[in-house]
């Protein structure tokens, strides 16, 4: 079989050994040299291509239907539970708390559950019901598992690598959020980032409301690609007697961006993270689409005032 393997990038180091491996299953083996973002990034250009049979990808669950033979291979992180200890202080006034990690660790969620409850501890695992697959996942784009359980609980906890994935949802959640970082040994609560990134959302939108041409910006990654939506806020903003253009790129590069010296903003239809984590990177505002609603809200309040 004509095989191509995608890896994300803290997996690229293993590109090598895992084609050995399968050219000696007899496969004919090629390895994606592009970025990767997550399952929502899926190599099928370069798949169809080639005119392999198959696309390997790995690290990630499956994210959505695609019209293309893929198979997703998890990649299992055993994190040292150990550091649990350490968080039963910073958690000593909560007695019901929401777990919530990544794919890498969600076959350690039922030990780290375990232990809560032998600390007298109640705990709930919600279910997603976006693109995650698995109770008390999430992802960058994905936070269902930790929403839809906000109301129940008095605290979140996440066990796992890094701040992207908690982050999102604590801004898509409500109460203390405690994150458990067992590579780095690290026990801390992150709530101050929820004010944090309403003051810089708010920035933007301030900004935004002086802007006369809008740019929306479309991936076409087969993960995040949604024209409809483009066509829709396009319509939008020019019901309002602005301008718009709709802007596609496979990975959006931000320079590009910065050259386009007409365009008074920019609207984010791909993955909704870049909204919220790259909007330093442009000289001009990089809003959601709930964003520019709020913004031409503002507009027409401002218009009916005059």
Known sequence: MKILLQFPEGL??????????????????????????????????????????????????????????????????????SILEDSLDALKDYDKIGLVTTIQHIHQLPYVKEFYEKNAKEVVIGKPYGFAKRDGQILG???????????????????????????????????????????????EFIDKYREIYRKR?????????????????VSTKNGQHNMNLAKLLKNKIESKG????????NTINFESLDNMREFDAFVN??????????????????????????????????TLSK
């Open 12 to 81: 690229k180091e293993k590109a090598l050994a895992y084609s050995k491996e399968e050219e000696a299953k007899g496969n004919e083996v090629y390895v994606s040299a592009s970025p990767t973002f997550g399952a929502c990034d899926l190599a099928l250009e370069e798949a169809r291509m080639i005119g392999v049979d198959k696309l390997v990808h790995f690290g990630h669950a499956e994210f959505h239907k695609v019209d293309f033979n893929v198979e997703y291979r998890e990649f299992a992180v055993d994190a040292d539970l």
């Open 141 to 187: 784009c994905d936070i269902g598992s930790a929403a839809r359980i906000d109301r129940t609980v008095d605290a979140f906890v996440y066990f796992g690598g890094g701040m992207f994935h908690p982050l999102g949802a604590l801004l898509n959640t409500t109460k203390p959020f405690l994150v458990i970082e067992p590579f780095t040994k690290k026990v």
């Open 201 to 217: 959302k708010n920035g933007k939108i301030a900004v935004a409301l002086s802007a006369k041409k809008f740019g929306i910006v």
């Open 242 to 249: 602005l301008q718009a253009a709709i802007l596609t790129a």
């Open 269 to 302: 239809t791909a993955c909704p993270r870049i909204s919220i984590d790259d909007i330093d990177r442009t000289r001009k505002p990089m809003l959601s689409a709930n964003e520019l609603n709020e913004v031409l809200e503002m507009l027409s309040i401002q």
